[in-house]
C-alpha cells in the first residue's frame, strides 16, 4: 500500500465522560503503560514512531509477549524509519511470541525512481489502546532517551471514557493500509458521569489540516493566555503571525522550546531566526535547559492538547499525527503547573540581549533558516 495524504482526516466528535491523567517523564509514565498492559483483558494497540532496542523496548517486550502467552490479542504497528533501531533479534522475539508486528512505509532505496519521495511520508503517532477502555498519548518513543539522568523531558496523557474508542477506531483504519484479515477485538467503553470534554484531532499531511485549523482557532480567540511547548518550533507563517497578534492584544503569550541540549542543533538554529519578530511584539520564550525538552503540549485558557504533533511545518506537510484535546479545568491546572516547573527551568530570551547576539550565531540561523526554506519547497 503506497502512503500519503489521507483527506478525510476530520476531527472525531467531542465527546463527555472522559478521565486524563498527565504523567510527566518516562519514570512515571514508562510504569503505568507497562501495568496497563499487564491488566489487559482483551488487546494492545500500540502505534508508535520510535522504538529502538534497549532497556525500556525490553520491558515492553517481555510485558507484550506475557499478555500474548495469556491469549491477549497484541499488535504493533510502527513507523519503519522511526523503528530502524528496534534490532532483528527483537523483531523476531515479538514475532516468535505471535505478536502482530507492521511496518509503516517501508523505505525504499530507489534514488532515480519515483518511490524515493514516498519515504518522507512517516507516521510520527505515539499512541497505546488497552482494551480499548484506556489510551495513552503524547510524545514519547519506546527508547532508552526517556530515562536516566539526561532523560528527554515529556508527558504522555492518560485518557479513559468514550474517546478511547476513537483511538482504537484511528489505529485500526491505520493498520487496515499495512496489513489485511485484521481482526480487532471491540472496545470496552466506560463514561465516567460528569467527566471531562474530549476530542481526538489526527492529521495526515496535504492542505486538510484539522489539527493547524484547531490550533489556530484556539490561539485567535484565547483570552488569558496561549502557552505552547514544542521540541522542534518550525511553525507556518499564520500560526506564527496569530502568536504575534495574540501578544499584542494583550494575552500572555509564551513558548517553551528546546535549549543547547537537543537531539537536532540544526533545527533549533533554524527556528531560531523566527525569534526576533515574537518577540519585539510581546511574545515569551523560554529555552530548557540540562536536558532536552521533547514535549508537544498546548494551553490556551482551560484547553489543551497534548499528542504527536510538534505543531510545525514538516510535520503537517510529511508526518501522520494524532492529539488528543481536553477541555478539563483540572487538566489545564495540572498542564499549567507542568509548564510553570519548566519555565523555572529554563533561559528566557529577552529582545535587547537577542539583538546582541554573535554574528556566527546569526549566521548559523541564515544557513540552516535557507536550507529548511529549501527542503519545504
Not at 502467552?69 to 499488535?75: A, L, P, Q, S
Not at 522511526?82 to 527483537?90: A, E, T, V
Not at 481526538?200 to 496561549?226: A, D, E, F, H, Y
Request: charged share 25%; glycine share 8%; net charge positive.
Amino acid at each position: 500500500m503506497k502512503p500519503g495524504r489521507n483527506n478525510k482526516d476530520e476531527p472525531f466528535p467531542w465527546r463527555d465522560g472522559q478521565r486524563f491523567r498527565l504523567l510527566i517523564d518516562g519514570f512515571r509514565f514508562f510504569p503505568v503503560m507497562l501495568q496497563a498492559i499487564d491488566a489487559a483483558n482483551s488487546h494492545v494497540l500500540i502505534e508508535m514512531y520510535l522504538m529502538e532496542s534497549g532497556q525500556i523496548a525490553d520491558q515492553f517486550i517481555e510485558s507484550l509477549l506475557r499478555a500474548a502467552k495469556r491469549g491477549i490479542y497484541v499488535h504493533l504497528l510502527l513507523d519503519d524509519f522511526g523503528s530502524r533501531g528496534l534490532s532483528k533479534r527483537d523483531r523476531q522475539r515479538l514475532t516468535d511470541g505471535m505478536i502482530e508486528l507492521t511496518f509503516y512505509n517501508p523505505l525504499h532505496f530507489d534514488l532515480f525512481g519515483k518511490k524515493l519521495k514516498n519515504n518522507l511520508f512517516r507516521n510520527h503517532r505515539k499512541f497505546m489502546i488497552v482494551d480499548g477502555h484506556v489510551a495513552f498519548t503524547g510524545g514519547m518513543g519506546i527508547t532508552d532517551s526517556f530515562t536516566g539522568d539526561t532523560a528527554w523531558h515529556d508527558c504522555m496523557l492518560q485518557i479513559s471514557g468514550p474517546v478511547s474508542a476513537d483511538w482504537q477506531a484511528l489505529f485500526n483504519r491505520d493498520i487496515q493500509r499495512w496489513t489485511e484479515h485484521v481482526n480487532i477485538p471491540a472496545a470496552r467503553v466506560t463514561e465516567y458521569q460528569g467527566g471531562a470534554a474530549g476530542r481526538l484531532v489526527c492529521t495526515s499531511g496535504g492542505t486538510r489540516l484539522p489539527l493547524k485549523k484547531v490550533l489556530l482557532n484556539r490561539i485567535r480567540n484565547g483570552r488569558r493566555r496561549t502557552w505552547l511547548a514544542s521540541a522542534y518550533f518550525i511553525p507556518s507563517r499564520k500560526i506564527r503571525r496569530a502568536l504575534r497578534r495574540a501578544a499584542v492584544q494583550g494575552t500572555d503569550v509564551r513558548l517553551l522550546l528546546p535549549g543547547p541540549v537537543t537531539d537536532h542543533p540544526a533545527v533549533r538554529h533554524a527556528s531560531r531566526r523566527y525569534y526576533a519578530r515574537l518577540l519585539r511584539h510581546g511574545v515569551r520564550i523560554f529555552e530548557y535547559q540540562k536536558r532536552f525538552m521533547h514535549t508537544k503540549t498546548v494551553l490556551v485558557d482551560d484547553w489543551c492538547t497534548i499528542g504527536s504533533s510538534n505543531m510545525d511545518r514538516w510535520g503537517f506537510r510529511w508526518n501522520l499525527e494524532a492529539n488528543q484535546e481536553a477541555d478539563d479545568l483540572a487538566l489545564a491546572v495540572e498542564v499549567q503547573n507542568m509548564l510553570l516547573n519548566d519555565y523555572g527551568c529554563s533561559k528566557e530570551i529577552h529582545y535587547n540581549l537577542w539583538r546582541q547576539r554573535s554574528w556566527s550565531l546569526r549566521w548559523k540561523e541564515w544557513l540552516w533558516g535557507k536550507i529548511d526554506l529549501w527542503i519545504a519547497r
